[in-house]
């Protein structure tokens, strides 16, 4: 079964950097696009980075220049390179892939940013 792990997450400095990885199985890893989102208390969950399979990438508006997101298809991993990092990039972070015309999600990395 299609399954995503996120690893990572945790408790920063402002202006701090963190990596999280998103190790994923169950599906061909290299044909799919693959997805970070992150959700705070009481919001639905925001669209942060997508990379395609090909390799092309898109960013929210809010971590542009600060976030980037990768992937290595040999380890069937995605990551997110987090730097300059602000108290409001505090949320869950979450990778997700639509596979077999269903979204998939992980369980959640905690991302914590202090001031």
């Known amino acids: 079964q299609v399954q995503l792990v996120e690893s990572g997450g945790g408790l920063v400095q402002a202006e701090g950097s963190l990596r999280l990885s998103c190790v994923a199985s169950?599906?061909?890893?290299?044909?799919?696009?693959i997805d970070w989102y992150r959700q705070t208390p009481g919001n639905q969950r925001e669209l942060v980075a997508s990379?395609?399979?090909?390799?092309?990438?898109n960013y929210a508006d809010s971590v542009k220049g600060r976030f980037t997101i990768s992937r290595d298809n040999a380890k069937n991993t995605v990551y997110l390179q987090m730097n300059s990092l602000k108290p409001e990039d505090t949320a869950v972070y979450y990778c997700?892939?639509?596979?077999?015309?269903?979204?998939?999600w992980g369980q959640g990395t905690q991302v914590t940013v202090s001031s």
């Open positions: 997700r892939v639509v596979a077999r015309m269903h979204p998939f």
């Open positions: 169950g599906f061909i890893f290299s044909l799919n696009n």
């Open positions: 990379i395609t399979s090909g390799g092309q990438t």
